[in-house]
T-cell receptor
Framework: DAKTTQPPSMDCAEGRAANLPCNHS???????VYWYRQIHSQGPQYIIH???NNETNEMASLIITEDRKSSTLILPHATLRDTAVYYC??????????????FGTGTRLTVIP | SQTIHQWPATLVQPVGSPLSLECTVE??????LYWYRQAAGRGLQLLFY??????ISSEVPQNLSASRPQDRQFILSSKKLLLSDSGFYLC???????????FGAGTRLSVL
């Protein structure tokens, strides 16, 4: 699975959009980009994933560059409850067998009132 | 709907004592199951995963073991805990042939 690089921390004002970057320059053609977040002392929570097209769901948007070497997770209107560590993970979408994920240290997002 | 239960939430154990953490999944069948450990301020480390009853794969050599006696039950064990076993233990599951993982609330283990 490709390695990812994220900034260790970011701040965002409440109500503003939070843009969390992730570099995955060694990504291969069949690898997806996944985003999870972990609020303090809780289990990680799935947010969104994509292959090459931009994706949007009720939680966030995922923007993947055309060369797929980087992506940005966008929380359109950050709230205090979005304060968490955000993990970007790149891996093959295996149809069978174990689908273990490798989490790095992520980006600690702090939403400021 | 599917839910994952993990207990206990917090555990304090002396060095050398045994350990048993349990994880169960409801509302699905034949899930892939995972145990992760997270040291303070660190990312998650995959410990074990299972694709079926009695099938356990270990990612790292360690003082721990895992078992899957039933389809939706995953147990993490140790015969003798070490100080280095302290951490936040997370159970997760994925539907077969799917890649999104769903995590339990975690168990914070302190070995003293």
């Amino acid at each position: 699975d490709a390695k990812t690089t994220q900034p260790p921390s970011m701040d965002c004002a409440e109500g503003r959009a939070a843009n969390l970057p992730c570099n995955h320059s060694t990504i291969s053609g069949n690898e997806y980009v996944y985003w999870y977040r972990q609020i303090h002392s809780q289990g990680p929570q799935y947010i969104i994933h994509g292959l090459k097209n931009n994706e949007t769901n009720e939680m966030a948007s995922l923007i993947i560059t055309e060369d797929r070497k980087s992506s940005t997770l966008i929380l359109p209107h950050a709230t205090l409850r979005d304060t968490a560590v955000y993990y970007c993970i790149v891996r093959v979408d295996r149809g069978t067998g174990a689908n273990n994920l490798f989490f790095g240290t992520g980006t600690r997002l702090t939403v400021i009132p | 709907s599917q839910t994952i239960h993990q207990w206990p939430a917090t555990l304090v154990q002396p060095v050398g004592s045994p350990l048993s953490l349990e994880c169960t999944v409801e509302g699905t069948s034949n899930p892939n199951l995972y145990w992760y450990r997270q040291a303070a301020g660190r990312g998650l480390q995959l410990l074990f995963y299972s694709v079926g009853i009695g099938q356990i794969s270990s990612e790292v050599p360690q003082n721990l073991s895992a078992s899957r006696p039933q389809d939706r039950q995953f147990i993490l064990s140790s015969k003798k805990l070490l100080l280095s076993d302290s951490g936040f233990y997370l159970c997760a599951w994925t539907p077969a042939a799917k890649n999104i993982q769903y995590f339990g609330a975690g168990t914070r283990l302190s070995v003293l």
